[in-house]
């Protein structure tokens, strides 16, 4: 394996590891309490929850067929409002109803029972903490023993109709907020104002919109006012009641709604003190968080990975830099070789699980952010070699900001580590100056300075991203708009979002996977079961010989002599039957990651080498030719015929060299790209043999969070 170039000249030291040390808020410590108030004695179990029989549906007043019904008419079909109405038609006219005439008057409203629902969701139980990490409000006594809940809240306009609001809470852990687990939730819609062309450009129709956002923000909020100074009982996830105090927390939005929700002008830090003499704040809006305590908006907008980092300062700024150059320094017809070659490079890129392939490179006009995460993982190594090593550590630093900051849990080091590639990034930046005459005074990039102050405050950044609004915008508006029959939407699309919501709420989620790697449950048939005769029918002349030393050293776990010096007389002879898996699932706890669909393409392998180093250097490089379960004295042993992709990599023969290892030893899939240099690569080589045309190869560390955190 080779290190990119540039990046051999200077070791990194290795940091000591430290203990997890949480420290919690002395006196807002979310102590427990009955539903009066009154603290409870430590120790004591929480009220049981209401035993309900077995037919009681609620939220659903009409019992099993109206939540089935919902079910299928909301997530399933998710049929439109025409057709839902054309059907209750049809039914009504079937059946006469008997139930209550009314609904309650006095229930709680759809907005209120949102939020209870978030803390309240016996879902999350296991998932919430109730005391701050050394927050600094607890000057009022009255206050000691709450639980403070910051309030998070989330904008996205992606339309000229739909403005959604979105609400979370900041008790519950980032892998909550982050999956489909309702811990993010539709507050509402924003008015959009419109007028002529005549008006729409004018001052002070843009002071009237910004004044229409801000006054809007603050009248939803009300309701939580009073509760912000004064603690209000609440029932929570494990069952205790706590007294609660609201706040208000981060809030997620790219940087256009960050401009509009600091009052500033465009093109400016929303968090910086001082302001060059061209800008400044803009006049007559008074922010939405005036009125409430401990609320400064300039404090409460969190970072955006979305926009600022992945598409922003990657895509919009180092890719199109790196095109810029290669355009600049060489002649047309080379620049475009250059750049043809680096599409094939990408095009070439093995298989991997959530590795969104670019089979005509990154040459296309419209990007997504998904299309930037994709990218990110395989245009390092694509680009080495056609630019200068400058600008290979710039955007390699950049990388490793990039991923330490995506992480979910980001402890001391780590902080010392971002800020080390924010340094590093500033100093190889200059590769870039030819491009960038006028500077780099840009705040998408002026914005990476600001986040280790921002994770001290609000946490690791991945649960504040803005992708996370964008997922749910699927769920909460154009689903939702789809369902409806497109006339005056918006009632059908709050009235759809009350449905999924109560949905939600008859659901229970299945809890974490433990750390393992077993073999598929069935066997591939029609394979022999002798070790001689399954080597023949392979056409793998030394499988048996390789089944044989695999058992000496099952056999044999304390003996440290090299297997190539023992004689093979002394290896077990194999008697047992050899079965032929077509795969094996590798789970781990990687909670930075999203989950894939495994395919049997993806063999390439970290294995456990020596565990004395940290990182990389405890690690090897395989990939799987079978995966085997091997029988010897009535023991089985799963394990896998393996060819190796690290030291040495060749026999005698010339060939790779091949061996087999127990399963147990298989950490988890690894991500190799080819080491093509400043040569160009041959159009015959694509992904599905790029492994076997190279050399050499880059460990891709960058292929997902749990690679980066384990092979530094």
């Known amino acids: ?38 603290f409870l004695p430590e120790g004591a179990p929480p009220p049981p929850w209401e035993d309900r029989p077995k037919n009681d549906w609620y939220p659903f007043e009409s019992g099993r067929p109206a939540f089935e019904l919902s079910d299928l008419l909301f997530v399933k079909d998710q049929m439109s409002a025409m057709n839902i109405n054309d059907l209750l038609q049809i039914w009504a006219s079937t059946v006469s109803y008997n139930g209550p005439g009314s609904s309650n008057p006095n229930g709680p409203s759809w907005k209120h029972a949102n939020y209870d629902q978030q803390v309240g969701n016996r879902d999350f139980a296991e998932e919430m903490d109730f005391a701050p990490k ?16 910051p309030v998070i809240l989330g904008s996205d306009k992606t339309t000229n109709d739909y403005y959604p609001i979105y609400i979370s809470n900041g008790l519950v852990h980032n892998n909550v907020r982050r999956a489909h687990r309702n811990a993010l939730m539709l507050l509402g819609f924003l008015a959009i104002p419109k007028t002529d062309k005549t008006h729409e450009d004018s001052d002070e129709f843009r002071v009237f919109r910004r004044q229409l956002f801000h006054a809007s923000l603050n009248r939803i909020l ?167 090593a400058g600008m290979v550590r710039a955007i390699s630093s950049f990388m490793e900001f990039c991923y330490l900051v995506r992480r979910s849990f980001i402890d001391d080091d780590d902080l010392v580590s971002i800020n080390e590639a924010v340094r590093d990034f500033h100093r190889y930046r200059v590769a870039f100056d030819l491009v960038r ?115 000496y050293e099952q056999l044999h776990p304390d003996d440290d002599t090299p297997l190539d010096n023992i004689p093979q007389d002394q290896c077990p002879h194999v008697e047992g039957k050899v079965w032929v898996y077509p795969s094996a699932v590798a789970t781990y706890h990687a909670p930075s990651d999203r989950s894939g669909i495994p395919v049997k393409s993806w063999r390439k392998v970290f294995l456990a080498g020596d565990t004395a180093q940290q990182g990389f250097r405890g690690l090897l490089v395989a990939r799987v030719r079978l995966f085997l379960s091997v029988t010897h004295h009535r023991v089985s042993y799963p394990c896998a015929l393996v060819e190796w992709f690290s030291t040495p990599d060749y026999n005698a023969l010339g060939e790779r060299a091949q061996s087999v290892v127990h399963l147990d030893s298989i950490m988890r899939c690894v991500h190799l790209m080819p080491v093509a240099g400043n040569s160009f690569i041959s159009q015959r080589v694509k992904f599905h043999n790029s492994l076997d045309a190279f050399e050499a190869y880059y460990v891709n560390k960058d292929i997902d969070y749990h690679a980066h955190e384990i092979a530094f």
């Open 1 to 38: 394996m080779y290190d990119l170039p540039g990046m051999q000249d200077e070791d990194v030291p290795q940091l000591p590891h430290q203990e997890e040390v949480v420290k919690h808020h002395p006196l807002l410590n979310g102590l427990p309490c009955d539903i009066q108030g009154e």
């Open 134 to 149: 050394e927050d600094k409000i607890a000057e009022d006594p009255t206050t000691h023993g709450s639980t403070f809940c």
């Open 222 to 388: 009300q309701s939580l006012r009073p509760w912000m100074e004064k603690p209000d009982v609440v029932r929570y996830a494990d069952g205790h009641y706590r007294r609660t105090i609201y706040g208000l927390g981060p809030y997620i939005a790219d940087y256009p709604e960050q401009v509009l929700l600091a009052c500033i002008v465009q093109n400016w830090c929303a968090r910086d003190k001082v302001l060059w003499d061209d800008y400044g704040i803009v006049d007559g809006i008074m922010p939405f968080t005036h009125g409430f305590p401990r609320a400064d908006i300039h404090e409460l907008l969190s970072p955006d990975l979305l926009h600022q980092i992945i598409k922003g300062t990657f895509k919009d700024h180092l890719v199109t830099w790196v095109t810029d150059y290669i355009e600049a320094v060489n002649t047309p017809a080379d620049a475009k070789k250059i750049l043809a070659d680096i599409d094939n490079r990408i095009a070439a890129a093995p298989s991997f699980a959530g590795l969104h392939r670019f089979p005509e490179g990154h040459g296309f006009k419209q990007w997504t952010g998904d299309d930037s995460k994709a990218l990110m993982k395989v245009y390092l190594p694509a680009i080495a070699g056609h630019v200068p």
């Open 437 to 551: 005459p006028d500077g780099y005074s840009l705040p998408r990039q002026h914005s990476l300075t600001h986040y280790t102050y921002l994770i001290k405050e609000f946490g690791a950044p991945n649960g504040l991203c803005s992708s996370i609004m964008e997922s749910k915008h699927i769920k909460a508006v154009k689903e939702p708009w789809r369902h409806s029959n497109h006339y005056e939407a918006l009632g059908q699309m709050l009235v759809t979002n009350q449905h999924l919501d109560k949905l939600m709420m008859a659901r229970a989620v299945d809890g974490d996977l433990d750390a393992d790697v077993i073999l598929s449950q069935k066997p591939l048939p029609h394979f022999p079961r002798h070790p001689d005769s399954l080597s023949h029918y392979l056409n793998i002349p030394h499988l048996h010989t390789s089944i044989s030393c695999f058992l």
